[in-house]
């Protein structure tokens, strides 16, 4: 029981973490590599207005999406718009973002250097609770309640609202929607900026969670959430939300049962039996839009 | 033609200045160190230079700091007491074992030290040391605790204690406390220090008797520790035995007691940090750790230094401080055995010291030329680190 809420807690920060990536592909057919950058980034910020800021953890969150959102915008403007009329466009936004991952992490060390940072202890109350047998903390259940209400609260968002219908016509047919009227810029935009303001929020729950924050962090989420898109379906956001979940749980039984050493080979070996078995992944249509 | 006897030239000039370095190896400066007399009455004509390299800057730049501040009380009180007078000449080795050897060679050669204090880390330790022990320049360690440092050659010693002393004396006294009698053991099996502490972990446990329930391995980069925990826990423990450095050894305790495992957490020398209590908070009450320092100590050497220290520097000493301070006084211990501020006069007294009179306790340098001494057990209690007695 308790393994299984261990599985579902880190489980919902991968989901966080892998809808930011999925969102973008999903609609912009873009592989945003900076995205990693932003998580790791994010959780130092966060770190920051606690500590320096003397934001209280509740108000330092929504404060951290804020920054992800702009860092998104940056991301999109300096990586990907000036690459967008090209032919490869795809591969070369998907090499200029690693670019700026790489400038995001060198600036983060030029600012806060290599050491581990942390929240400081007393950030958030150690309230615990007894569900089942097994140890839960306030922390945990705000972090599960946060990483579900902001993927169910975007999948609304794309599926219902104004916004939602230009990313679809966007993500359909960009050259079409430029002459139904959509600003395809604008759309691409807020697109990025909500992909990255989740990827931030997902970063400081993260250094929230295992207590540490270093610059590494986030290369050691990426591949896990690009396991987490293609396990859900790329570009598919329950999948990612479902993916994410899987692989927390199917973790931490490999730690139970063969060892930490093995942590890693399962987020590979759920990603490989699922290209075999269900190559479109566990949520995704077969589309036929690249023709 | 013309570039080929250049070459020749060079050759040349190199070959000549080698065979001046070497051959200006041997003594010291002037060989105006022998003295007269023996003990406290010793006088020495000329001061006896002691050179130490320490990481004043970097990431172990705090560390190094404040061995500096240790050096500086020992030698003005040393200087006071007359008869002999010391000269001490502190580099800067930036953490950066390159920068070591070249501190190390600066200080063997142009200087002539009769004696080398440092570096404060091991890592700088195995790269340095091998260039005064070629030269026959005794180095005394003040703060490496990794096994194998004093093994490079017999001019190297040192007053810290090893992990291997420590942790036996750990694992006995929380034994005592806490009656332990079953224990999860975990560490790091990707770093050599965490493992290497591992395994003289399991030595000490079994000679106690202690059954260990369960080993969980873990990586040094590993920060999310709650399923290992969970699997620790459910073997139900009467501690936690860890061995890890501190990077790793902060969420892990955070995690096991969010996790509702309260048992007393017993840690290696990655531990011994004031980190721990600062990030990890009320977490931390209940980490039992081993230190070379007891700095509640009663004894009149460990109250006397506390008391000028404060007065000299305004700030309480540390750890790295007290074994810095006892660096110099054992290296006047040492110069005043036969009264000669040679180097291998100097390598003879620290080789001979026995029982001596410390601020970290009675100092005995063993045949293997590593200190021994009494360790202390600290427990983290109110945010600090009390005696666990």
Partial sequence: MQQLLNGLFIGSIYALFAVGFALVFGILDRLNLAHPAVFAASAFIGIELVT??????????????????????????????????????????????????????????????????????DTFPATRFDVLGAQVTLLQVVIVAVCVTLVVGLTWLVARSRLGRGMRAVAENPTAARVLGVDVDRVTATTFAISAALGAVA??????????????????IELKG???????????????????????????????????AWRDLIAFALLFGILLLRPQGLFGGRRARQV | MQHRALALFAATALTV??????????????????GEGTGDDCTIGSPVPVGAALSLTGAAGSYGESQQKGLELALEQLNAKGGVEYELTVEDDQTDPRQGIAVFEQLTADDGASVIIGPTLSTGAF??????????????????????????????????????????????????????????????NDDALAEAGGEVFTGALDAEGIEVADTLAFSVADTDFRALLTEAKAAEPDALVVSSLIEAAIPLVTQARELGLDVPIIGGNGFNNPKLMADAGDAAEGVVVGAAWNSGSDTPENTAFLADFEEMHGTRPDQFAAQAYTGLMLIDTAVRASCSGERDAIKEGLAGIEGVPTVLGELTINDERDAEHEAVVQVVDGGEFAVLD
């Fill in chain 1, 52 to 121: 320096v800021g003397g934001l209280p953890f509740w108000a330092a969150l929504p404060a951290v999406a804020v920054v992800g959102a702009l860092l998104g915008l940056i991301v999109e403007r300096v990586a990907f718009r000036p690459l967008k009329g090209r032919a490869d466009a795809h591969f070369a936004g998907l090499i200029s973002s690693i670019a700026v991952a790489g400038m995001l992490i060198a600036l983060l060390q030029w600012r806060y250097g290599a050491e581990t940072r942390r929240f400081p202890a």
């Fill in chain 1, 203 to 220: 970063g400081a729950l993260f250094a929230m969670n295992v207590n540490s924050a270093q610059l590494g962090m986030g290369s050691a």
């Fill in chain 1, 226 to 260: 690009l396991a987490v898109i293609v396990v859900g379906g790329m570009g598919s956001l329950p999948g990612a939300l479902v993916g994410g979940l899987l692989l927390g749980v199917a973790e931490v039984f490999a730690v139970q049962y063969l060892g930490s």
């Fill in chain 2, 17 to 34: 200045s080698l065979t001046a370095c070497t051959s200006e190896g041997g003594g010291t400066a002037d060989g105006g160190l022998e």
């Fill in chain 2, 127 to 188: 790269q340095a040391q091998p260039i005064a022990q070629e030269e026959g320049v005794p180095v005394l360690a003040i703060s490496n605790t990794v096994d194998g440092i004093t093994a490079q050659g017999d001019y190297i010693f040192r007053d810290s204690l090893t992990e291997s002393q420590v942790i036996p004396q750990t694992v006995a006294a929380a034994t005592a406390e806490y009656g332990l009698e079953k224990v999860v053991l975990m560490y790091a």
